[in-house]
């Protein structure tokens, strides 16, 4: 007993003295996550120790039915030496449908101490079979469906006769839904149940909503929106997609005190009816009429009279868990500035071009009409510009009941915007009645980029604002105009910054997903996932890539296997499409996008516009996609796989060769792009590449140090040129403030990045209207070289296992610092020019070890905290090469100093 005691106040004590923690605890990488559906779901957690060189040594992992985790409820309980500390699969007892499992972890580390994450981390199951849904699909009542499309409610009363133990709700849609019960909303989830491959597979959603009941008289019910079900999706002017009816799935399990269950689910006794939501599209908006509220609709209660009873369905219930970040709402965006335009329109700017909606306070006469208009920019002469969204309106309209102050935001759209004209409004406008309101997938924020130049750091801003607002549940190309689709060229050119700056691993992982669902029979990957474009609209070179290029920075960045593992298919697929399409290993047929928006005149007389050959391209992805099959096969180990892509590879770059590479080693397209496709891809032999590089930068020089790049070329070409000894022209590159460059749209007043990179003009026009999106990520994908070169962030291990940490300065900044959260906790590195010396400061999480590479002519010069790096404890000297110094070093903040500035 005694001993007991002791042993508890000097574990306590460690504990205390927060030498080692054990935070962040998640269940496929949620925290708390409700409504799981996978039999073996995975535990991680993250350690964080004030000791430097912190490693796990070994962990328990012990998994209850009860929070307080007493020894009736105990269900598994595993105790492994090992530094593993992520996707650990559960190996209990078969877990039970919508059950609450409590979980918790206590870890040694290599210093032995111990510690044990606090307690009250738990993982709910899903319905584990799709037969355990015994609700039906139902659909409004005809008369609820009219041709104009008001959004339908759907409900039904219920009775709970005993005190309620835990409630569970599962619900889904054919179209979107937002639930109610008792007249509160249910989560605080939007645009739900997201966007999948319907056809397929579709989301539900699971609720805790114990505390929305209560013992009496209930009801419950959801409104419905067209969404991307049956709403207008895709330039083509298409409706009804996945469907003609919308309807709606719900289950809700009650668990009383006494132990027993009741189930309240869609059938045939609800009823439905039509509400104030007069119409609702996702391009064009809604419109809502006040006065058409049925108050108290969700409350017992509420007499249904003029309700109807609603039709029920016999749909397929091809439903799934949601395992990614539902869309909730983020950022509120203050109103800055009113004005009134030359035209005399009446517009705010929010200083921000965002997604999401702008929330209204307004007051006036019952029957009064406020319509909202939103656009990215205001044109050259200061007035609102809407010619770039295409056909999508944008457009929110409301009608006011009239009863004093009514607040209002649409359900089932949103807008991507900056500004907004106001019709119908009183003169005098109050700014504070206006609030942007940002949506987007619920990813954690974890990347942050600053450095001495104020022009960079607001690229930074706009790199960060374009992935929230096509972010939307699926990785879109704009946020704004009758597009917003999951085009997989623009995904795969920016999931590598889009990973440094969010939380996208499951992001991407339930994407992956539908890219698997939606590639054809033949392998082909669509131009869009979901596919709303047709059949035939696949098979793009460096757009179909997103199979395999996605899945496989998924895996080096976040380290799971098991998503390599379940896209490995869908890879092996599309690099077999490409075989078959091939000749004597040369890809060129077939339509392809090219390098999408490279540089080019409309008077071209003197040949300067960038334009590559799309089959050379073809080829370069070819190449790539099948190293990436290479590399998945080997991380899998599926050894045959490996020789046979090895071989088939070795092939694919002979054949470039033949056709795309003259003796001397020049490409037959003499672009910026080609060169970098050839360099970045390995498509040289090694004694030609330095050349290459040369002719890349003889290129980049012939256009005064100008990038002439498009979607395809832009992600890689300052790795290149790093790469092959060019940092300095690369630094060049970045901070080039003249068109086409990165800083040319911040000089212009940028706040997201453009589609274009002259989407507004020198003198202030526009690019043509059909194509100029203000908000496309795909030329953020320089960010991907901000983090990993400029401030030296690069995993070299999957999931940052082991990293390496190399800056690269530069002569043009004062100091540059970035930081990321891996899935072991967080790395950063910043270095800084100081009074004749540079100083360097790098942060390497616990569990995990770097390589830490400065640009420094010998070890000499550096110390750690203001001794000589030689004699520190713990720190691995390697062998200089050519001005470099190289050591490892253990999990730590540590700052260096170097005895000299570069
Ligand atoms: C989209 C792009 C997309 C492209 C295909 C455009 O309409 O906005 O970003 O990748 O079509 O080339």
Same mark, same amino acid.
């Given at each position: ?17 927060? &030498? %080692? ?9 949620? #925290?708390?996550?409700? /409504? $799981?559906?996978? @039999?073996?779901? +995975? ?115 219920? &009775? %709970? ?9 599962? #619900?889904?849609?054919? /179209? $979107?839904?937002? @639930?109610?019960? +008792? ?720």
């Amino acid at each position: 007993m005694k001993t007991t005691i002791t042993l508890l106040l000097l574990s306590f004590s460690l504990w205390s003295f927060g &030498q %080692l923690q054990v935070v962040d605890l998640r269940v496929e990488q949620l #925290i708390n996550p409700i /409504g $799981l559906d996978i @039999a073996k779901p +995975n535990f991680s957690w993250k350690l964080v120790s004030s000791q430097k060189n912190t490693m796990q040594a070994n962990y328990e992992i012990t998994v209850a039915s009860a929070p307080d985790f007493n020894k009736k409820s105990l269900l598994w309980n595993t105790k492994v030496s090992t530094d593993q500390s992520n996707y650990i699969p559960y190996a209990g007892p078969i877990l039970v449908s919508n059950m609450r499992y409590y979980w918790k972890v206590t870890v040694s580390d290599n210093h032995a101490n111990s510690a044990m994450s606090v307690l009250g981390s738990y993982f709910h199951t899903g319905l584990m079979n799709s037969n355990e849904w015994t609700a039906s699909w139902i659909s409004p009542p005809p008369s609820a469906d009219s041709v104009s499309r008001p959004s339908p409610i759907l409900r039904r009363a219920f &009775q %709970l006769k005993k005190d309620i133990h835990s409630a569970t709700l599962f #619900i889904s849609a054919r /179209g $979107l839904y937002e @639930a109610m019960i +008792n007249g509160q909303r249910v989560g605080q989830d939007y645009l739900t149940p997201g966007w999948t491959a319907y056809q397929s597979r579709i989301q539900y959603q699971a609720y805790d909503v114990t505390n929305l009941l209560i013992k009496g008289d209930n009801a419950m019910g959801a409104t419905l929106g067209d969404g991307w079900y049956r709403g207008e999706i895709g330039f083509t002017r298409s409706n009804n997609l996945y469907g003609k009816e919308l309807s709606l799935i719900a289950q809700l399990l009650v668990t009383f005190k006494d132990g027993t269950m009741a189930t309240i689910q869609s059938d045939k006794d609800w009823q439905g009816a039509i509400g104030p939501i007069v119409s609702s599209e996702i391009y064009h908006g809604e419109v809502y009429d006040a006065r058409k509220e049925l108050t108290g609709w969700s409350k017992a209660g509420y007499a249904t009279n003029s309700w109807a009873p609603v039709q029920v369905k016999d749909f397929p219930k091809i439903l799934i868990s949601t395992y990614n970040e539902p869309v909730r709402k983020r950022e509120r965006i203050k109103a800055v500035k009113f004005i009134v335009t030359p035209k005399g329109e009446q517009v705010i700017d929010f200083g921000q071009n965002m997604v999401g909606w702008v929330e209204v306070k307004a007051q006036g006469p019952a029957g009064t009409r406020l319509e909202i208009l939103h656009a990215e920019v205001l044109d050259k002469f200061g007035n609102f510009y809407i010619e770039n969204l295409r056909r999508a309106k944008q457009s929110n309209e409301y009608i006011l009941k009239g009863n004093g102050q009514e607040i209002f935001e649409p359900h089932f759209t949103f807008q991507g915007f900056r500004y907004i004209k106001l019709i119908g409004f009183p003169s005098k406008v109050n700014l504070e009645d206006f609030t942007g309101i940002a949506l987007y997938s619920d990813m954690e924020l974890t990347g942050q980029f600053e450095c001495s130049n104020p022009l960079i750091n607001q690229l930074q801003h706009n790199i960060q604002w374009g992935q929230r607002g096509n972010f939307v549940d699926v990785p879109t190309d704009c946020p704004q105009r009758d597009e917003r689709l999951g085009w997989t060229g623009d995904a795969q050119a920016f999931a590598r910054t889009a990973a440094f700056n969010f939380g996208v691993q499951n992001f991407f992982s339930k994407w992956l997903q539908d890219v698997a669902a939606d590639q054809r029979p033949n392998g082909a990957v669509p131009f869009v996932v979901p596919n709303v474009l047709g059949p035939n609209a696949v098979a793009s070179a460096g757009w179909a890539d997103a199979a395999t290029i996605i899945p496989w920075n998924m895996f080096l960045l976040y380290g799971d296997t098991t998503l390599l593992k379940r896209q490995y298919p869908s890879m092996k697929k599309w690099v077999k499409y490409m075989t078959d399409s091939s000749r004597q290993h040369l890809w060129n047929k077939g339509f392809h996008f090219g390098d999408w928006l490279f540089y080019s005149l409309g008077n071209d007389t003197d040949g300067r516009s960038a334009v590559t050959d799309k089959y050379l391209i073809a080829q370069c992805f070819y190449a790539y996609s099948t190293q990436l099959m290479v590399n998945a096969s080997g991380v899998l180990g599926l050894k045959e796989d490996e020789v046979q892509y090895q071989r088939l590879l070795e092939n694919i770059k002979s054949a470039f060769l033949n056709e795309y590479v003259s003796r001397n080693g020049r490409l037959t397209s003499s672009t910026q792009t080609a060169y970098v496709l050839a360099l970045e891809f390995d498509m040289l032999p090694e004694g030609i590449r330095q050349g290459a590089a040369k002719r890349l930068v003889e290129n980049i020089i012939a256009y005064n140090y100008h990038i002439t790049t498009g979607f395809l070329g832009t992600p890689y070409i300052c790795h290149v040129l790093s790469r092959f000894g060019y940092t300095d022209i690369a630094y060049r590159l970045l901070l080039q403030e003249t068109y086409p460059s990165w800083l040319y749209p911040v000089k212009m007043g940028a706040t997201t990045i453009w589609e274009r990179w002259d989407g507004i003009k020198p003198d202030s026009t526009f690019q043509s209207a059909g194509m100029n999106s203000f908000n496309h990520y795909a030329y953020g994908a320089i960010g991907d070289w901000m983090y990993r070169v400029a401030c030296g962030l690069e995993a070299e291990l999957a999931g940052y296992k082991k990293s390496i940490i190399q800056p690269r300065l530069s002569d043009s900044l004062q100091y540059a610092k970035a930081s990321t959260i891996t899935p072991f906790g967080k790395i950063a590195s910043g270095w800084k020019k100081e009074n004749g010396f540079t100083s360097y400061e790098i942060e390497i999480p616990a569990n995990t070890n770097a390589t830490v590479i400065l640009p420094v002519s010998d070890a000499g010069k550096i110390t750690l905290d203001e001794s000589p790096i030689t004699s520190q404890n713990g720190l691995k000297l390697m062998e200089p090469v050519s001005g470099m110094v190289s050591f490892t070093i253990g999990s730590g903040i540590y700052k260096f100093k170097v005895m000299e500035v570069k």
